[in-house]
């Protein structure tokens, strides 16, 4: 291991509306744990991270301390703190927290099923230019529609990825792309990918995560997650 330091941002301040339900996706649980229990298990464990910035809502920090951090031992968390109006604004705080930080790992509490070798690649993936996608190559024909709901275009399959997280970036890189654009519009900003993009020209690297690593966002993707867990040993 050399001195690098990377800090891992986990964002849990979504208010999950999809899921329909009354307990925020990232606090439901799954086989006994809450679904942010998994991620964290995850960085805790790993000796790429020494140290995890959790972002969360204002009314859930004594919760997230409490019930999730403390209560499972996850010691690499060294910040818990209140996120943004929008995703973005979210980073931005977590941004602002690392300290002496190389390379961070921007990750959605809500992904339970990152592995080491997902967290493996993607910093080799950003040792190259300083910013690395994860994500799987779509399964499906994917269409462009128009703005009638009429088919524009057909991307050739093989070219089309499904960005998944964690995205990880040198942090002056990050930082400085989150700075600047923060005095523009941001409303179309869906991923950090694009922040970097947009304000910097970085080439970014694609790299391959897990077809397994699903985003819980609705009751459905539970089921499917529910039926991961029975074969996989975290």
């Not at 809450?34 to 140290?51: A, E, T, W």
């Amino acid at each position: 291991m050399t001195d690098m330091k990377c800090t891992a941002i986990v964002l849990a301040a979504g208010q999950g509306k999809r899921m329909n339900s009354k307990i925020q996706k990232q606090f439901i649980e799954l086989k006994g744990y809450p679904v942010l229990y998994y991620s964290l298990n995850c960085f805790q464990k790993s000796p790429l991270i020494q140290d995890i910035v959790l972002v969360t809502g204002e009314s859930v920090l004594s919760y997230c301390k409490n019930e999730i951090v403390d209560k499972y031992g996850f010691t690499k968390v060294t910040s818990i703190i209140a996120g943004g109006k929008e995703r973005y604004d979210s980073v931005y705080a977590g941004l602002r927290a690392c300290v002496n930080c190389d390379y961070v790992f921007i990750h959605d509490g809500a992904r339970p099923f990152i592995t080491e070798e997902i967290l493996e690649r993607g910093l080799e993936g950003a040792k190259e230019t300083g910013a690395c996608v994860i994500g799987m190559p779509s399964k499906d024909t994917i269409k462009i529609a128009d703005e009638s709901g009429f088919v524009k275009e057909t991307p050739n399959r093989s070219r089309v990825w499904a960005i998944q997280t964690p995205q990880i970036f040198s942090y002056p890189l990050i930082r400085g792309a989150h700075e600047s654009i923060r005095k523009k519009d941001m409303t179309a900003i869906t991923d950090d990918a694009m922040v970097v993009e947009q304000e910097t020209g970085t080439g970014i690297r694609l790299v391959e995560g897990s077809y397994q690593n699903i985003k819980i966002t609705t009751p459905e993707d539970l089921t499917v997650a529910e039926a991961f867990l029975k074969k996989l040993v975290l």
